[in-house]
């Protein structure tokens, strides 16, 4: 929702659910064999604990589909539709919770109004639905407290992914199910530290805790890291109206600055720092420049670690790109099949990299909790720890100093200094990150804390992560916001029935205090208990702090505070915050319309290639766009050149197996692991199969319209329909045909290979996150 940090922030967590939870829907997931797998066992839970009723919306039948009291299948892309339809459902009827819209909701109308065109017939026609299922499982939804969803990539990974990430959202505060006990939006964010690697913003658009590229953000960086803010900005080139390969060299001895601001007079210019990076899902474009890029110059080194790169789309053209490369370097614990897509002869180095096992540090879980984990054995062989690898990285590059000077920082006074002349690994970094992350409320999740928590595993419930003993109040893992060293953490995101110091909280204040006229913040009768701040109030910023809370700094705390809480190493303001009782971000109102956004509130909008041209007609993707994340990407024009469906029927969606986790290039190389699924494959409804001539394990060619193909299996199965099949992405080692095996290092090949199901992954990106559309694609069958 608009109010979280993230697409993803799981608001509860999975013990909630087993406990509190009485109705779940799960769409775009399947817990049952997806990480992580112990959500199913909370859902389980709660059907036999608390008599929950679980519904599955979902294009496929899958094993948690299995374990479903309903199950309702819909068209691939079609989640926003669905939705809103239970909308005009609960509209219609009254069953909205009027009293959390009227007092914590901002632009619920604009959705109403939406709402309105989507009737049970409608939502038939775009989805594929049943009416009766819908009025059906939108009356039990509704009316069942507390309610709470699931959803994972079946939803993210659209051309309209955050639309449907919000849809979900709004549905939950329509219902007044957010910041309830058994209820909120219970995202399962995949690996044990997705959430983690997100907080620390892996990303291409922010910085780590959420900051965003903006000159306040490094400025703010750069204090956490004792670092100048004018010698950091250096490292940084400015655009220039010529290509980058057009200015040559720079001559010996022209310095860094000279070489790349020569055109800085230029007010079309701009400095990089400030710059969306490529994404993951786009970077091979910087490298092949097949549309239009805005860069300082050439993707030239690619350097992978952490990220099984092959489950990323458009397989073809990350071949095409590693061609054309200067490098490519791999720094895994197991070969990267990101390694053997090229046949080049050079210019491909491995760097063996620590597993889990032989480093130590936390992980951020799903549910915002940290956890942990000791070293169990030193790294073996030449092997070395990623830290270790990058400080490597560092100094050969000449910025050692400056990469691990955070770590020897510290709050002496108030005032963040240098107070160490060396650091140790994990915990400096670890307290380094909540120093440096107040974004997201990180400042008490330090290292000692952490590790005492995980000293003390069993003095903690498991249903509300409390603990008891020497952890007595407080929440396992310290999910974030953990304000500072004295509070418990958040297990519930905005949960106004608790104080400030139990973790409560209400909706953050982002986006002013109005919008048309209207007043952004929440209403007075919402109060935390305890709290001398009645009603809604602002973020607290050092300019407003004394006026919302009632208070008179002195002249050295105002010296030594930050701008505003997001900002504040001195801790000033979240201590003047725990005394009053306040959460530091606001306590405002959770918007429905995202007035920045294309579409200011969610719309359906048929797939980048959907089967249902009548559709694309009605219900059109978003216009082009000429840069974003770097580089072009085509929308409309991509999806109105012809009717594809005419050429390719058969909408595709993926599937992943819980004994292959990701992209599968570690648990392949285990003969236990890979004997459960030893072969890629396509599940293809036995009528749709017949058309083609193809039998039961019969070989068979998909081919998609980007002209790219794979050759795989075919498995007979009415867990599809026949109008669609789901694949595996778990597979490599094979292209377009074309087995690979001799390309990897000896001893590297996996027990098992196969065709990457992301070599037919259909164009289309997410016009905000630029995810790939991996599940709502087209192709043909053809009998090989």
């Known amino acids: 929702?608009?109010?979280?940090?993230?697409?993803?922030?799981?608001?509860?967590?999975?013990?909630?659910?087993?406990?509190?939870?009485?109705?779940?829907?799960?769409?775009?997931?399947?817990?049952?064999?997806?990480?992580?797998?112990?959500?199913?066992?909370?859902?389980?839970?709660?059907?036999?604990?608390?008599?929950?009723?679980?519904?599955?919306?979902?294009?496929?039948?899958?094993?948690?589909?299995?374990?479903?009291?309903?199950?309702?299948?819909?068209?691939?892309?079609?989640?926003?539709?669905?939705?809103?339809?239970?909308?005009?459902?609960?509209?219609?009827?009254?069953?909205?919770?009027?009293?959390?819209?009227?007092?914590?909701?901002?632009?619920?109308?604009?959705?109403?109004?939406?709402?309105?065109?989507?009737?049970?017939?409608?939502?038939?026609?775009?989805?594929?639905?049943?009416?009766?299922?819908?009025?059906q499982f939108t009356r039990m939804f509704a009316a069942t407290k507390p309610a709470t969803l699931f959803w994972a990539l079946g939803i993210t990974q659209h051309s309209v992914g955050h639309s449907n990430t919000r849809i979900l959202s709004i549905l939950q505060l329509v219902l007044g199910n957010m910041g309830k006990e058994g209820g909120g939006t219970n995202i399962l964010r995949g690996h044990d530290n997705v959430q983690g690697a997100t907080d620390m913003n892996c990303l291409a658009d922010s910085t780590s805790g959420y900051y965003g590229l903006?000159?306040?953000?490094?400025?703010?960086?750069?204090?956490?890291?004792?670092?100048?803010?004018?010698?950091?900005?250096?490292?940084?080139?400015?655009?220039?109206?010529?290509?980058?390969?057009?200015?040559?060299?720079?001559?010996?001895?022209?310095?860094?600055?000279?070489?790349?601001?020569?055109?800085?007079?230029?007010?079309?210019?701009?400095?990089?720092?400030?710059?969306?990076?490529?994404?993951?899902?786009?970077?091979?474009?910087?490298?092949?420049?097949?549309?239009?890029?805005?860069?300082?110059?050439?993707?030239?080194?690619?350097?992978?670690?952490?990220?099984?790169?092959?489950?990323?789309?458009?397989?073809?053209?990350?071949?095409?790109?590693?061609?054309?490369?200067?490098?490519?370097?791999v720094a895994e614990p197991f070969l990267n099949e990101v390694a053997i897509l090229s046949d080049r002869p050079d210019g491909i180095y491995v760097l063996p990299v620590a597993t889990q096992f032989e480093s130590e540090g936390y992980v951020t879980a799903t549910n915002r909790a940290a956890q942990w984990r000791t070293q169990i054995i030193k790294p073996i062989y030449e092997s070395k720890e990623d830290q270790e690898v990058m400080f490597l990285f560092a100094k050969k590059f000449g910025f050692y100093d400056e990469y691990v000077r955070g770590m020897k920082?510290?709050?002496?006074?108030?005032?963040?200094?240098?107070?160490?002349?060396d650091f140790k690994w994990p915990d400096d970094a670890t307290d380094e990150i909540a120093r440096n992350t107040q974004s997201i409320g990180n400042n008490g999740r330090t290292a000692a804390r952490l590790r005492k928590h995980q000293e003390n595993w069993h003095n903690?419930?498991?249903?509300?992560?409390?603990?008891?003993?020497?952890?007595?109040?407080?929440?396992?893992?310290?999910?974030?916001?953990?304000?500072?060293?004295?509070?418990?953490?958040?297990?519930?995101?905005?949960?106004?029935?608790?104080?400030?110091?139990?973790?409560?909280?209400?909706?953050?204040?982002?986006?002013?205090?109005?919008?048309?006229?209207?007043?952004?913040?929440?209403?007075?009768?919402?109060?935390?208990?305890?709290?001398?701040?009645?009603?809604?109030?602002?973020?607290?910023?050092?300019?407003?702090?004394?006026?919302?809370?009632?208070?008179?700094?002195?002249?050295?705390?105002?010296?030594?505070?930050?701008?505003?809480?997001?900002?504040?190493?001195?801790?000033?303001?979240?201590?003047?915050?725990?005394?009053?009782?306040?959460?530091?971000?606001?306590?405002?109102?959770?918007?429905?319309?995202?007035?920045?956004f294309l579409d200011p509130i969610p719309k359906h909008r048929e797939p980048i290639h959907s089967p249902r041209w009548d559709l694309v007609q009605k219900y059109p993707t978003f216009e082009d766009q000429a840069k974003n994340f770097r580089v072009a990407s085509k929308f409309i024009s991509e999806q109105q050149e012809k009717d594809w469906s005419k050429e390719f029927p058969t909408v595709m969606s993926s599937l992943r197996f819980v004994n292959l986790s990701g992209a599968g290039m570690i648990e392949r190389t285990s003969?236990?692991?890979?004997?459960?699924?030893?072969?890629?494959?396509?599940?293809?409804?036995?009528?749709?199969?017949?058309?083609?001539?193809?039998?039961?394990?019969?070989?068979?060619?998909?081919?998609?319209?980007?002209?790219?193909?794979?050759?795989?299996?075919?498995?007979?199965?009415y867990s599809v329909t026949p109008n669609n099949i789901c694949l595996p992405y778990h597979f490599a080692g094979i292209m377009q045909g074309v087995d690979l095996s001799h390309r990897y290092p000896e001893g590297t090949k996996p027990y098992t290979i196969g065709e990457s199901s992301n070599t037919i992954t259909n164009y289309g990106f997410d016009p905000v996150t630029q995810i790939s559309e991996f599940n709502a694609g087209l192709c043909r069958l053809e009998k090989a």
């Open 1 to 135: 929702m608009a109010n979280t940090w993230g697409y993803g922030a799981m608001t509860n967590h999975v013990g909630d659910v087993a406990k509190n939870a009485k109705m779940m829907l799960v769409i775009g997931a399947n817990p049952a064999v997806a990480n992580p797998v112990g959500a199913m066992k909370h859902i389980i839970q709660a059907k036999d604990r608390n008599n929950a009723t679980l519904v599955v919306v979902d294009p496929v039948y899958t094993r948690t589909a299995a374990k479903a009291d309903m199950f309702i299948r819909i068209r691939p892309g079609t989640d926003i539709a669905f939705i809103y339809g239970m909308l005009h459902l609960i509209f219609k009827n009254g069953w909205e919770d009027k009293e959390v819209i009227r007092t914590r909701t901002y632009g619920v109308e604009e959705i109403k109004e939406e709402a309105k065109h989507w009737t049970p017939e409608e939502v038939a026609n775009v989805t594929g639905c049943k009416t009766e299922e819908l009025i």
């Open 214 to 329: 903006g000159d306040g953000a490094w400025k703010h960086h750069c204090k956490g890291w004792g670092v100048d803010f004018d010698e950091f900005v250096k490292r940084f080139a400015v655009s220039t109206k010529e290509p980058r390969e057009k200015l040559g060299e720079p001559v010996k001895g022209t310095n860094f600055k000279e070489y790349f601001y020569h055109d800085s007079a230029n007010p079309e210019d701009r400095n990089w720092r400030n710059e969306k990076g490529y994404s993951l899902a786009k970077w091979w474009q910087g490298v092949l420049k097949e549309e239009k890029t805005y860069s300082s110059g050439n993707l030239r080194v690619l350097w992978v670690q952490g990220t099984g790169i092959t489950s990323m789309a458009h397989t073809t053209k990350i071949q095409q790109a590693l061609d054309k490369l200067d490098m490519l370097v």
């Open 409 to 421: 920082m510290g709050i002496v006074d108030g005032e963040i200094k240098q107070v160490k002349d």
């Open 460 to 596: 903690f419930d498991p249903d509300t992560q409390m603990g008891r003993g020497p952890v007595e109040g407080e929440y396992y893992g310290l999910p974030w916001p953990c304000w500072d060293e004295k509070h418990p953490g958040t297990p519930i995101l905005y949960d106004v029935s608790k104080p400030y110091a139990e973790g409560g909280m209400g909706f953050r204040n982002r986006f002013g205090l109005e919008h048309n006229g209207v007043n952004q913040l929440a209403d007075e009768s919402i109060t935390l208990p305890g709290s001398k701040v009645k009603g809604g109030y602002p973020q607290i910023t050092k300019e407003n702090i004394e006026k919302v809370l009632g208070i008179t700094l002195t002249e050295d705390e105002k010296r030594k505070m930050g701008p505003s809480w997001s900002d504040d190493y001195s801790g000033i303001i979240a201590q003047k915050c725990r005394e009053a009782g306040v959460c530091p971000c606001g306590n405002a109102r959770a918007r429905a319309v995202v007035w920045e």
């Open 671 to 717: 003969k236990y692991l890979a004997s459960i699924t030893p072969e890629m494959f396509a599940h293809v409804h036995p009528s749709l199969a017949a058309k083609y001539g193809i039998k039961d394990r019969d070989m068979m060619w998909i081919h998609a319209p980007q002209g790219t193909k794979i050759k795989v299996k075919c498995y007979y199965s």
